[in-house]
C-alpha cells in the first residue's frame, strides 16, 4: 500500500485490487456490498491502511501485487461484464478455463464485436489505458456494406457530430486492393471509443458494419491470438506501456 500516511480511498483500493473500477466501486458501495473491519460502509470518501479488513460480497479482498496483463480475442457473442441480468455469456465465463486471478477488462467491446480485449488484476493500469489523455490508439478492422463516400472518410479526421454527441478524429484508411462491389474492408483508428462509436458514425454515412475487430489497443496487438484465446503480457513490456503514446 502507498506509504503516504499509509492510507488510501477504498475505492482506488478495490481498483487497484483488481476487483472493479473506481465508479464500479462507489456503485458497490451504495449497494451495501462493501465492509471494513465489519462494519459495512457508505461512502466511497473512506480510507483503508495496511491493516484494514476489506471485503465485498462476504469475500475477503487482498492488497494487489504486481500488475498482470493479458491479451484476450474476444469472440462474438459474449458481453464484456462480470455479471448479466439477462443471463447472457460473458467474456469471464469464456475465460474460466484459464484459471486467472481476479481480473477486470480495458474498456469494453459489445456483444457483435471481436477481437483484442485487454484483461488486468490491476483496476488503476485499466483506468490509466482508458483515459483520453493517455493518448492510447485503438485501430481496428472492419467490414462495412455500402457505397464509400471518400471525402466523408476522410473528413472524419476532423471529428464528427451525431445526435448532439461529439466523436473525435478517425483515421480511416480502405483496406481493399482493388474495391469493387458493396463490401469493403476498412482500417479504423480512434483516439478514443465511446459505446457504440464505430457502428453509429457508419451508420450516419449510410454503411453497414458486418464485422468489426480490434486489432490493437495502445502498444498492445491482436496478433497472433484466435478466438478465446487468452495470452499473458510480459511484465517488463506492461510497465513499457505506461509511458507509451
Known amino acids: 500500500m502507498d506509504n503516504k500516511e499509509d492510507k488510501q480511498r477504498i475505492n482506488k483500493f478495490l481498483a487497484h485490487a483488481g476487483v472493479c473500477s473506481r465508479r464500479d466501486a462507489e456503485r458497490m458501495i451504495e449497494d451495501g456490498r462493501v465492509w471494513i473491519d465489519g462494519k459495512r460502509i457508505t461512502t466511497p470518501a473512506t ?4 491493516n484494514s479488513r476489506v471485503t465485498v460480497d462476504g469475500k475477503h479482498v487482498q492488497e494487489a501485487g504486481q500488475t498482470r496483463v493479458w491479451r484476450y480475442y474476444k469472440p462474438t457473442g459474449c458481453i464484456t461484464t462480470h455479471y448479466d441480468p439477462q443471463d447472457r455469456y460473458t467474456v469471464f465465463q469464456d475465460i474460466e ?3 486467472l486471478p481476479r481480473v477486470v477488462s480495458v474498456g469494453r467491446l459489445d456483444i457483435n464485436s471481436e477481437g483484442l480485449l485487454l484483461l488486468t488484476n490491476d483496476g488503476e493500469f485499466s483506468r ?7 493518448g492510447w490508439k485503438r485501430c481496428y478492422k472492419v467490414r462495412v456494406f455500402g457505397l464509400l463516400d471518400m471525402r466523408a472518410l476522410e473528413s472524419l479526421k476532423s471529428g464528427i457530430t451525431i445526435d448532439d454527441v461529439n466523436y473525435g478524429s478517425i483515421d480511416v484508411s480502405v483496406q ?7 463490401n469493403h474492408w476498412l482500417m479504423m483508428t480512434l483516439s478514443e471509443g465511446k459505446n457504440r462509436e464505430i457502428r453509429k458514425i457508419m451508420n450516419h454515412l449510410g454503411l453497414q458494419v458486418s464485422r468489426l475487430i480490434r486489432s490493437s489497443y495502445g502498444p498492445f496487438s491482436l496478433d497472433p491470438l484466435s478466438p478465446h484465446e487468452v495470452q499473458e503480457i510480459p511484465s517488463d513490456l506492461v510497465q513499457k506501456s505506461f509511458s507509451h503514446k
Not at 490509466?128 to 493517455?134: D, I, K, M, N, V
Not at 481493399?176 to 458493396?182: A, F, N, V
Request: glycine share 4%.
Open 47 to 50: 480510507f483503508v491502511t495496511a
Open 97 to 99: 478455463s484459464y484459471n
Open 128 to 134: 490509466h489505458a482508458e483515459l483520453p489523455s493517455t
Open 176 to 182: 481493399d486492393s482493388q474495391p469493387r462491389g458493396l
